[in-house]
Structure formats: structure tokens, C-alpha cells
């Protein structure tokens, strides 16, 4: 009940602020369209959309969540929402549903878009896709709330985003195939959630039978998103010095 | 008087830390059930920490908190206790409507609760604003409107009538004393001395020591001067004395 008022809440704190659910469920989109006349080529640009609706769910949730999370700290909301009979996870779930709704949008546009206009045919089935998509919206707001926890004000928010984005795309298998890389780098690859997410999305999109590898993939993304909710709740504390 | 009745709040030896510094040195008072208890003293002495502890967000290092009966913080209290921060703490980016819709879910507060607490803090006209857009005046009693959802019976109000002018005021103190007549106990902290005159009691603080808690007469007898400021004063120079 209180998760839902919550994600209602939250909900309507989006709806009274039109521009930020723009450029949440247009830019993506945007992107989307500038890559396919930028790649001018067919083959090249069905490689690159699939990454592309893997990354942007995630970033753009994790930004969002990680500020507005913030802004809950700082405003003294959290204080009050402490002292009330509200529980960690029915505000982490409250967040979740929210942007998971979000997401939705966002990937929805997204997808609509670059298989219409842009004449993207992936093989595989849509249902595996928007999931993966899902999947990382989730694992952004996820991570978003976390990370919220160990920055003091929006300012150094923002700048956990290069620092949580970067070295998973690198280290992704998008640039250079992981099994490539050194050792060591392979390694930390394979402790990154992005890392299975990408390829979830490959196998998506590749089509045919989706087999173990795929759901292995899935599993291991929604068991860090849970992992990310644990530890995000372990940092809402009752009592604050 | 009340000396059957357990009190509302009942504070032992509280110290509490922050950072290096030791911020409150062994409280010990009491607040009585059903009346208006002001918490007076220079900003910095530690009224804040003194109402987040007893409100059970605050990390406490010594001493003990009984509120209504409970240790501070006890789950059960939650629901009972209506809580306003300094700052006024709502949603910036939500009307006061549904700031208070909001809060009256998580409390489970009736769904008539958002209407009844708009009138009380006389903010009717001004339901359907965002938070951002109001005055100062207006957003500390919206603010004070959600610590009222859900008709909580004990009120602890860190500073609610900050940059409010005189009638609001005024009526806000009758609110308080209405609220205080059906029993509710609050605790109302302030800096302004000219409110001291409408508790039933006073607590002063002065650097995380108690120097007087006393009901205004019985301050006002014990220091031979009618002004509760002067009474203040009069107190710390006592205490340099000693």
C-alpha cells in the first residue's frame, strides 16, 4: 500500500515537471535517429541499435533516480519519511515502480521508432528486447539509489555517472570482444552487471532459440538488481548522527 | 499537579555526538501530558538534536528516551508522534494537496485528513500550488500541516512560526493551545522569547545543558523580573556565577 502511494507520488512529482519527461523519453529516441544517419548503413546501425537500447534505459534512470534520491536526503522528506511507519523498500520499490513505468515509455519510443523510420529488423523476438531493456532501466534506478547514498550534494551525483557508465561499456564486450581483452580486465568484466546485460541483448537480438546462456544472462542482471535494492535500503537509516 | 500521570516524554542522562564534538551533556526532564512545552534557547544549543532524539532519528550515545510510554524510535511510535523539521520538509515539486495526500497514505490517515489539517494551518487558498512557489511563510505551514495528518498525540514542532507574521502567528499558538486542550502534548521549540509566555512550560537550553525548566510564573518569581528574556539572561549570568 505505501509502495504504491509511493510510486504515485513519485509518479506525480514526474508529471508536474513536463520538460524532464521529455527529454527522458525523447533524447534516446533522438540519439537513435542521429547514429542511423551518422552509420548511413543498414548493417552497421542493426549492430550498434541493440547497444544503444541497452545503454540508454540505464543511464538515464540511473541519473534520474540518483537525483532525485538525493534531493529526497537533502530536503529533509527522508528525515520525515524515517520518523513515519514507511519502510526502506517501500520506498526503494516506490522508485523502482515509478521508473520502471518510465522506462517503459522510454524504451517503447525508442523501439517504435527505430523499427518503423529507421527500418531496424532485428531477428530475434521484440518481447526478449523490450525485456532486456527493462531490465536494465531497473538495474539503473537500482544502482541510482545506491550510489545517491555516497554523495553529499547533485553536483558529485552527476559525476558517479561517468564513473559507474564508462568502465562497463568499456570493459562491455561492445568495443572489444571480452575474451580479448587482458586477463585481469576480463576478470573485473565479468563481475560488471552490464557485462551480462549487453549480452542478453545480443542473443535478443540475434534470434533463434534462446537457450541457457540467455537466461543465465537475465538472471544474473535481476539478481544484482536486487543485490543494488538490499544494499541501497542497508543505507536508508532510521537514525542519522 | 500530574503527579500520578506518567509524563509524555521522559529523558535521562542524554548525550548525544556529533562528529568530535559532544552536541547534548546529559539531559535529564520531563514533559508533561496534554500541554504545550516550549524548548527555548540560542540557535546552536542543541534543540534540534534534542527533538530528533526524541523523535528516534537521531544516533544517540548515552542516556535514555521514553516517549508515551516507549523507548524513542519504538516502531509502534511512529504513528503518534507528528513530526516538523526546521526546514520545511515537503515535496518542492508537488501542490500542497498532494504533498499531503502523500504523507496521510504512509500514515494511513483518514482520506478527510489532507482538508481538515489545509484549514487548520489556513492554508486553503493555496492547495493546488507546487511547493516550489511558495513563500516562506506558506511552505513552513505546509510543512506543519503534514505533522498534523493523521492527529498524532504528541507534536514535536522544531521552530514552526519562522518568518510568519504576527496574526498567523497568533493563530497558529490558538491551533497549538486548541490541539493541547483536547490532550495532545507538544513540544515546541523557538528562539523568539515573546512565544515563551504562551507555554505551560519551559524548558531552557544553553549549550547542551539545561538551565531552567520551570512554567513561565514559576521563572518569572525565581528571577525577580517579568521579562522571560531578561529571565534567560539573569539565568546564564547565575550560572557563570556558580
Redesign the interface.
Known amino acids: 500500500m505505501i509502495t504504491l502511494a509511493t510510486a504515485r507520488r513519485i509518479g506525480g512529482q514526474l508529471r508536474n515537471d513536463p520538460r524532464t519527461i521529455a527529454l527522458m523519453v525523447l533524447v534516446p529516441t533522438l540519439i537513435m535517429i542521429l547514429l542511423y544517419y551518422v552509420i548511413d548503413n543498414e548493417q552497421a546501425f542493426a549492430q550498434w541499435a541493440p547497444v544503444l537500447l541497452s545503454i540508454f534505459p540505464f543511464l538515464v534512470m540511473f541519473l534520474v533516480t540518483s537525483i532525485s534520491t538525493l534531493r529526497e536526503r537533502t530536503s529533509g522528506t527522508l528525515e520525515r519519511l524515517m520518523a513515519s511507519p514507511l519502510r526502506q523498500l517501500d520506498l526503494l520499490l516506490g522508485y523502482g515502480l515509478a521508473f520502471g513505468v518510465a522506462a517503459v515509455l522510454q524504451v517503447t519510443v525508442a523501439l517504435a521508432v527505430s523499427l518503423t523510420w529507421l527500418g531496424y529488423e532485428p531477428r530475434g523476438d521484440l518481447w526478449a528486447l523490450v525485456l532486456v531493456a527493462l531490465l536494465n532501466a531497473l538495474l539503473g534506478t537500482a544502482l541510482g539509489l545506491l550510489c545517491s547514498a555516497f554523495a553529499r550534494s547533485e553536483f558529485q551525483a552527476v559525476q558517479f555517472m561517468p564513473l559507474v557508465m564508462v568502465p562497463q561499456i568499456l570493459l562491455g564486450g561492445v568495443i572489444v570482444p571480452r575474451e580479448q581483452m587482458a586477463t585481469v580486465l576480463e576478470w573485473i568484466s565479468n563481475v560488471l552487471p552490464m557485462s551480462y546485460a549487453l549480452e542478453a541483448m545480443r542473443l535478443a537480438v540475434i534470434g533463434g532459440d534462446l537457450g541457457g546462456d540467455f537466461w543465465r544472462d537475465i538472471a544474473v542482471v535481476a539478481g544484482c538488481v536486487l543485490l543494488a535494492l538490499v544494499l541501497g535500503a542497508a543505507t536508508l537509516k532510521r537514525r542519522t548522527p | 499537579m500530574m503527579s500520578s500521570e506518567e509524563p509524555a516524554i521522559a529523558v535521562t542522562g542524554l548525550r548525544v555526538v556529533?562528529?568530535a564534538r559532544e552536541v547534548l551533556h546529559g539531559l535529564s526532564f520531563q514533559v508533561p501530558k496534554g500541554q504545550i512545552t516550549g524548548l527555548l534557547g540560542p540557535s546552536g544549543c542543541g534543540k534540534t538534536t534534542l527533538i530528533r532524539s526524541i523523535?528516534?532519528?537521531?544516533?544517540?550515545a548515552g542516556g535514555e528516551v521514553t516517549v508515551l510510554g516507549r523507548p524513542a524510535?519504538s516502531?509502534e511510535l511512529?504513528?503518534l508522534?507528528g513530526?516538523s523539521?526546521q526546514?520545511?520538509?515537503?515535496?518542492?515539486?508537488?501542490?500542497v494537496l498532494?504533498n499531503l495526500r502523500?504523507?496521510a497514505?504512509?500514515?494511513?490517515a483518514p482520506k478527510t485528513d489532507p482538508a481538515r489539517v489545509l484549514a487548520e494551518v489556513g492554508l486553503e487558498g493555496a492547495a493546488h500550488q507546487?511547493g516550489g512557489t511558495l513563500s516562506g511563510g506558506q511552505l513552513s505551514r505546509a510543512s506543519l500541516a503534514?505533522s498534523l495528518l493523521g492527529s498524532p498525540r504528541l507534536l514535536t514542532l522544531d521552530e514552526p512560526t519562522v518568518g510568519l507574521d504576527p496574526v498567523l502567528r497568533k493563530e497558529l499558538w490558538e491551533l497549538f493551545q486548541g490541539l493541547a486542550d483536547r490532550g495532545v502534548t507538544i513540544l515546541v521549540s523557538s528562539h523568539v522569547m515573546d512565544e515563551a509566555a504562551r507555554c505551560q512550560r519551559l524548558v531552557m537550553l544553553r549549550d547542551g545543558e539545561i538551565l531552567a525548566d520551570d512554567s513561565p510564573s514559576g521563572l518569572r518569581a525565581r528571577t525577580g523580573t517579568e521579562d522571560l528574556e531578561q529571565a534567560f539572561l539573569r539565568l546564564i549570568e547565575e550560572r557563570q556565577a556558580a
Not at chain 2, 497514505?105 to 494511513?108: F, R
Request: hydrophobic share 45%; glycine share 12%; charged share 20%.
Open positions: 556529533r562528529g523523535v528516534g532519528v537521531q544516533v544517540v524510535g516502531a511512529r504513528r508522534i513530526y523539521t526546514n520545511p520538509a515537503i515535496y518542492r515539486d508537488l501542490s498532494e502523500y504523507f497514505a504512509v500514515l494511513g507546487l503534514v
